[in-house]
């Protein structure tokens, strides 16, 4: 599996020739789009990323929304198939269940790019582009467990299990968190990635605990619903809550002094290389990259860095 700095991964995107506006480049044909849902700023960026890079280099493209849902996910594979797409770039519903859809373009002979998230399945895909869940998780819980100390009550949000990225962060979560004995989490609720259900979910937590020092969260939707949740209860003063993707709002949140941090998934630059290794694979026949599975490096951002955020998920150097 291949692990990619944003730096490394800029500097492949940028000796790579731009064709947009040659007469070569245009109508290169169809390359679909498929994130999970656009209301969330994370998979809009993904989606509009890939989108823009894609018309860059000349193709026509449709951006669509699965909504976690494998059976449109599937009605959607079924659309670029009939479409004609060149190839397809999928964040996938569902590590076990979009196997099949993923099977299925590539019977069609559609090559497929993944993106932000696996399936449990190799050989299929011709690239799954992905953060690195596990360094990114241990960067997090590392920076957490230093603003909370040795002993503390805490509460952790687990995103959508059907999503491998969830099992992965907590490990990496309980993995660093494990060697403070002192450190007692008091409640794990999945929250499935949504605002509204980490607020929810928090309410009940704190009817049933009141006494809570932090929140870690499997991403900063459900770190911003918990932050609203403790806000609407008087406790947010002085509770360490820590987020992960890197999203506008976190970084306002931490400017607002509610969230402590975010860890940036580089969602920018690897829905960007999604496209132009699916671009390399249609004029060439094969992979750009050797490894199917590409790991990239998340970044942490504190109240320390946070204005170095200069775009959605981009932190400059």
Request: hydrophobic letters at 45%; aromatic letters at 6%; a negative charge.
């Amino acid at each position: 599996m291949m692990t990619f700095t944003k730096r490394a991964l800029l500097a492949a995107a940028a000796s790579l020739p731009l064709m947009a506006g040659s007469a070569w480049a245009q109508d290169q044909g169809l390359i679909s789009i498929i994130v999970t849902e656009p209301a969330n700023p994370y998979w809009f960026t993904e989606g509009e990323v890939a989108r823009t890079t894609a018309e860059e280099l000349g193709y026509e493209t449709t951006v669509a929304a699965h909504k976690g849902d494998t059976n449109t996910e599937s009605n959607l594979i079924d659309a670029a198939i009939t479409n004609g797409a060149k190839a397809i770039i999928l964040d996938p519903a569902n590590a076990d269940g979009s196997v099949g859809v993923v099977r299925k373009a590539t019977d069609a002979g559609i090559p497929v790019f993944l993106v932000n998230a696996e399936i449990n399945e190799s050989g299929i895909a011709i690239a799954q582009l992905v953060s690195n869940n596990a360094q990114g998780a241990a960067l997090g819980a590392v920076a957490w467990q230093e603003m909370v100390g040795d002993e503390a009550k805490f509460v952790e949000l687990f995103g959508n299990p059907s999503d491998n990225n969830a099992a992965t962060r907590s490990n990496g979560y309980n993995t660093v968190l494990s060697q403070y004995p002192t450190l007692e989490k008091v409640a794990q609720e999945v929250a499935n990635w949504d605002r509204t259900q980490g607020y929810n979910k928090m309410q009940s937590i704190i009817q049933a605990n009141p006494e809570i020092d932090a929140v870690i969260s499997g991403n900063d939707e459900m770190a911003l619903g918990a932050i609203a949740a403790l806000k609407e209860a008087g406790k947010l003063e002085g509770t360490i809550v820590g987020g992960f993707d890197g999203s506008p709002d976190a970084v306002d949140a931490i400017k607002a002094g509610e969230l402590a941090y975010t860890v940036l998934q580089p969602v920018a630059v690897f829905a960007e290389a999604a496209v132009r290794q699916a671009d390399y694979y249609i004029k060439n026949g094969e992979p750009m990259v050797a490894e199917e599975k590409q790991l990239f490096d998340c970044v942490l951002i504190t109240a320390d860095n946070v204005d170095k955020y200069t775009a959605p998920f981009v932190l400059s150097e």
